[in-house]
């Protein structure tokens, strides 16, 4: 069990991780583009982020390249590659990467922020678009089937119990109950634990 546990425990961070950055990520970078556009330098934009701890793991990920400047003198892009590297997040990474390629190469930090915020919101938008769609569809069917099924119990246990009040040894309304306070109750946590894992990853 503590062998499967140190296997799998590691990749649930990691993938919880990387779930917590993505989430929060298309929000930050409107922020940075906000920032940026007020001419406010690329180090202090990180120190300002790392504040925000409604960012989650993504602020921890911006103090990280605060660490590396302040704590062990890094330049900033060196910070920020170092960053890139171990990151979860691919989409992270990316956005990192084109960070340092845009000051590097003179390009428009601005502009690169606008650009990559604006596409970021809208993949956002579209995924949560879609996700809304999907639980109207788990809606409907939580609807005729989770609350119409305790009713079909119901009257078909009633009708067996008129005609046939003992089944295989047990009473018919100590079926029907266990069926009621029993199944029923499973089958909802159920249902909860399916809508978790299907979950759209905004």
């Given at each position: 069990?503590?062998f499967?546990?140190g296997i799998?425990y590691?990749?649930q961070r990691?993938?919880h991780?990387?779930?917590?950055?993505?989430t929060?990520?298309?929000f930050?970078?409107?922020h940075?583009?906000?920032?940026?556009?007020?001419?406010?330098p690329?180090?202090?934009?990180?120190?300002?982020l790392?504040?925000f701890?409604e960012?989650?793991?993504?602020a921890d990920?911006?103090g990280?390249?605060?660490?590396?400047?302040?704590?062990?003198?890094m330049?900033?892009?060196?910070?920020?590659?170092?960053?890139?590297k171990?990151?979860?997040s691919?989409?992270?990474?990316?956005?990192?990467?084109?960070?340092?390629?845009?000051?590097e190469?003179?390009g428009?930090?601005?502009?690169y922020?606008?650009?990559?915020?604006?596409?970021?919101?809208f993949t956002?938008?579209?995924?949560r678009?879609?996700y809304i769609?999907?639980?109207?569809a788990?809606a409907?069917f939580?609807?005729?089937i989770?609350?119409?099924?305790?009713?079909f119990?119901?009257?078909l246990?009633?009708v067996?119990?008129?005609?046939q009040?003992?089944?295989?040894?047990?009473e018919?309304?100590?079926l029907?109950k266990?069926?009621?306070?029993l199944?029923?109750?499973?089958?909802?946590?159920g249902?909860?634990?399916f809508?978790?894992?299907?979950?759209?990853?905004?």
């Amino acid at each position: 069990m503590t062998f499967i546990f140190g296997i799998f425990y590691p990749t649930q961070r990691v993938a919880h991780r990387k779930k917590d950055i993505e989430t929060n990520l298309p929000f930050a970078i409107a922020h940075m583009g906000s920032v940026a556009a007020s001419g406010i330098p690329p180090s202090v934009i990180f120190k300002m982020l790392a504040k925000f701890k409604e960012y989650g793991v993504l602020a921890d990920e911006f103090g990280k390249i605060v660490r590396n400047m302040e704590t062990f003198g890094m330049d900033p892009m060196s910070a920020i590659r170092e960053v890139s590297k171990r990151t979860p997040s691919e989409k992270f990474r990316q956005l990192l990467l084109g960070f340092v390629s845009t000051i590097e190469g003179g390009g428009d930090l601005k502009l690169y922020l606008k650009n990559a915020g604006e596409q970021a919101l809208f993949t956002w938008r579209i995924k949560r678009q879609k996700y809304i769609q999907q639980l109207s569809a788990y809606a409907e069917f939580y609807t005729g089937i989770l609350i119409a099924a305790p009713l079909f119990i119901i009257a078909l246990f009633s009708v067996m119990n008129m005609i046939q009040p003992q089944l295989g040894g047990f009473e018919i309304l100590d079926l029907m109950k266990m069926s009621i306070y029993l199944l029923v109750p499973i089958v909802n946590v159920g249902f909860v634990i399916f809508l978790e894992i299907t979950q759209v990853e905004m």
